[in-house]
Structure formats: structure tokens, C-alpha cells
């Protein structure tokens, strides 16, 4: 009795906590039961939204004009009624109606839809340039110009692993949270120059009403002028791979006087911790880099305990890679493995974090002790690169 009253308490418990969880609004994000579009903080947005409800109306009036005249006719002319089928071959005055009147339907649909898909595309004057790169599967964020240019960094789900593998209750921002946003200043035109590492994504934030792809090989751009301060969220609109509901975008929006004292912090911090490459790391300090490292990077395939995910990611536990010269392991994460899931590192970790993970899963686990080349410095990095 008191095990099925164990059971049934924690059923209580987990849909207790399910509807809290779906009760709530996400700030900058979906609502409950929302049906309706993102009202939005851009112009763009409520532009589309406008237009979805213009479309909308004039098909709705279409719809219960033709079939109300439709069932109309077929209800008052019905055969019980003593009514015969008229015999003429065509119409004049019918075809002439049928043909004009749909003619300035799709014009007066066309012109402000072609206005407003000219204004998306208008990416010129832009007062901020962003780069983003999509990753297999966080986003890449570097200021091309303005006062933050050259701050960079890389946007990482921060969603706790247990709540995702249903050991802990799912929190209000579930799969919607990252460890480092995208600031942008209020009312300044935002252009976004898009590209990917490796497959397609696609960057779209709702309220913003910005939806773009992101392909490996080109760049695309797009823009947004945020009217409204606060904390937006998207998603990689694309399926990209295994773990392709794990890269949410949120987008922070400022003041100019806070935006301002953001870069002056991201550059103190960029400066305080620049990584010199001709440092001789201890072991301590290279594992201990490197355990973060993996934590953001490479957990997601090869997991958290090394032993990856059978049939498509390997364990690196025991892989005689890692257990091996280091040289083969250092070209493996610097250019990945064509032909598999294995990405490129070599463009989104510097020298030093390259290093460190390397010499992180090579003292991890059962590795500690077994391989050769126990620690990787960074110069061995950059002689490889």
C-alpha cells in the first residue's frame, strides 16, 4: 500500500509540476494557448501581423461569399423544388467579372505584402553589423563594427542537463535559455550577416519578425530595429542534426546608456581573460579548463560520463584516439571528421581551450594514467594549425 502511495505521489508531483510549468507565459517567448502571431517589437512585425490579418479577412469574405452563393443556389434551385438546369454555353458579363475582380483582389493583397518584403530586405544604413554563425548546435556572435567590434563569443544552452533528461522539474525558461545573449542597443537598425560551420540553420526571433537562413558557405544578411527594451527569444528554425532543439536564441535589448556600459564590461573581460597560447599550462589548470570546455562543447554527443551515444556518436572513454599520440587528436578537433557528425572545432575554440579539453578527456574516466601524451599545451595546437 504505502509503495503505491509512493507511485502515486510522485505521479502527482511530476503533473503538478508539468502544469505549472505550461501555466506560464514565457517572457519574450510563447504564450499560453497562443494562437495568434507575436505582437512584436519591430516594425517588420507588426507589418506581418497587419498583413496576416488583412489576407486573412479578405479570404474569410471570399470564402463565405462564393460558398454562401454556392449553398444558396443549391438549396433554393434544388430539383425537389420543380427548378430545371439552365442550358447556355457562356456569359460575357461572367467572365469578364470572374476575371477582373479576383485581377484587383491580388493587387490590393500584392502591394502592401511587396512593401513590406522590400522593407525586410532593406539591410542598408544599418547602425550595428552582428556576425552570427550557426553551429552544430549553439550560435557564434562577433561585432563587425560600432563600439562593441571585436567582442565575440559563442551562445550555449544553459538548460541544466537534468531537467532535460527528467531528473529535475523543467524550469519557466526550458530549452529557451543560453549562457551568453546577444545585447543590442534600442532603436538602432541591427543587421544581422548570417552563416553556418557545418549544415543549415536558420535564426529567427519572433517579435522581431526576422526569419533567416544560415548556410555553411554564404552569407545572408537581415536587420531589426528593436522599439521596445527587454529579452527576446527564438530558435534555430531548421532541423540541423540530433540536438537541433537545443540552440535557442535570446537577444537582450538595451538602452543606449546600458548597452554602452556592456561593451565597456565585455571588453574589460576580454581583456582580463585573453588566453596566451605561449604559456606553459600545468596539468591542474589545463583539466580544469578543459572540463568546462567539454561541459559547453562536446557533452552532447560523447556525454558527460565519455561513453557517447552507440551508433552514432563515439565514447571517447577508452577511444584509442585520445589513448594515442596526441598529434592524431589535435588535427581531429581542429578539422573534425569529414563524412561523420564530428564538427570542426578549429574556428570556434582557441588555441588554449583546444588544448585544455584534449587534455581533459585524455585524464578523464578510465583514461587517467593509460595513455600516451597525458597533456597537450597550446603551443602543440598552434604548431598544428
Not at 581573460?273 to 552532447?300: F, I, M
Not at 581531429?332 to 582557441?350: C, D, K
Request: with cysteine; aromatic share 8%.
Amino acid at each position: 500500500m504505502k509503495k503505491w502511495r509512493g507511485i502515486l505521489g510522485a505521479c502527482a508531483l511530476l503533473m503538478g509540476s508539468v502544469a505549472n510549468a505550461q501555466v506560464q507565459d514565457m517572457p519574450g517567448g510563447p504564450k499560453v494557448n497562443q494562437l495568434n502571431l507575436h505582437e512584436g517589437v519591430t516594425q517588420i512585425a507588426q507589418d506581418v501581423m497587419w498583413l496576416h490579418w488583412l489576407l486573412l479577412i479578405i479570404c474569410g469574405v471570399i470564402f463565405i461569399g462564393v460558398f454562401g452563393v454556392m449553398f444558396y443556389s443549391i438549396w433554393a434551385h434544388r430539383k425537389s423544388r420543380g427548378h430545371k438546369a439552365a442550358t447556355f454555353h457562356e456569359h460575357l458579363g461572367v467572365e469578364v467579372a470572374w476575371t477582373v475582380i479576383p485581377f484587383i483582389i491580388v493587387i490590393a493583397m500584392a502591394l502592401p505584402a511587396t512593401k513590406t518584403v522590400v522593407a525586410m530586405k532593406d539591410t542598408s544604413s544599418a547602425d550595428l553589423t552582428v556576425k552570427v554563425t550557426g553551429y552544430q548546435w549553439k550560435w557564434g556572435y562577433e561585432y563587425v563594427d560600432g563600439p562593441a567590434a571585436g567582442v565575440k563569443f559563442l551562445s550555449t544552452l544553459s538548460t541544466p542537463r537534468a531537467q532535460i533528461e527528467g531528473r529535475e522539474p523543467k524550469g519557466e525558461f526550458y530549452l529557451m535559455e543560453v549562457d551568453n545573449h546577444l545585447v543590442v542597443p534600442v532603436d538602432k537598425k541591427v543587421r544581422i550577416v548570417l552563416t553556418a560551420a557545418d549544415v543549415i540553420h536558420s535564426w529567427m526571433v519572433p517579435d522581431f519578425g526576422v526569419k533567416q537562413d544560415a548556410i555553411p558557405g554564404f552569407l545572408r544578411d537581415t536587420w531589426f530595429r528593436a522599439e521596445k527594451t527587454g529579452i527576446y527569444r527564438g530558435q534555430c528554425a531548421e532541423l540541423c542534426g540530433k540536438d537541433h532543439a537545443f540552440m535557442p536564441i535570446v537577444v537582450e535589448v538595451k538602452s543606449q546608456e546600458d548597452y554602452d556600459k556592456w561593451v565597456e564590461d565585455q571588453k574589460k573581460k576580454m581583456a582580463a581573460s585573453a588566453d596566451d597560447p605561449n604559456k606553459e599550462w600545468t596539468k591542474e589548470e589545463l583539466v580544469a579548463r578543459g572540463e568546462k570546455v567539454y561541459a559547453a562543447n562536446c557533452v552532447a554527443c560523447h556525454q558527460a560520463n565519455g561513453k557517447g551515444v552507440p551508433g552514432s556518436f563515439p565514447a571517447l572513454d577508452g577511444d584509442k584516439t585520445v589513448l594515442g599520440p596526441k598529434d592524431a587528436q589535435i588535427q581531429t578537433v581542429l578539422h573534425g571528421r569529414p563524412g561523420t557528425a564530428m564538427a570542426a572545432f578549429g574556428g570556434q575554440l582557441n588555441d588554449v581551450e583546444i588544448a585544455a579539453v584534449i587534455s581533459y578527456t585524455r585524464n578523464a574516466w578510465s583514461n587517467a594514467g593509460k595513455g600516451q601524451d597525458p597533456v597537450v599545451q597550446p603551443k602543440d595546437v598552434v604548431a598544428a594549425r
